[in-house]
């Protein structure tokens, strides 16, 4: 969502919905329920265990920026790369 748009105010892509709108909608129990599965599907509730620890951290711009760029997981890939270069790893004997 672009800054300049205050959440919750109608704008091009989401305007102000009308009552004809509303008598035509229906609610989610009355969806198909594959696809209320579907929907439900991908929310993620708190974690039991949590592995790993919610820090704050600041980083150049244009270190994010690139870091961004390689798409999903790049918060994965900061994690990796530290432990590469800091965490010693046990070898067996």
């Known amino acids: 969502m672009p800054k300049d748009t205050e959440y919750g105010v109608p704008d091009a892509d989401n305007p102000k919905w009308k009552k004809e709108k509303f008598v ?11 696809l209320q599965r579907a929907l ?33 997981g790049w918060q994965t890939l900061i994690d990796e790369t530290l432990r590469r270069h800091f965490v010693k790893r046990t070898r067996p004997s």
């Open 40 to 72: 439900k599907r991908g929310k993620r509730g708190p974690q039991k265990a949590p592995t790993e620890e919610l820090i704050s951290v600041r980083l150049s711009p244009d270190v994010l920026t690139a870091l961004r760029a390689t798409g999903d």
């Open 24 to 34: 035509r909608s229906i609610g989610f129990d009355e969806l198909p329920p594959n």
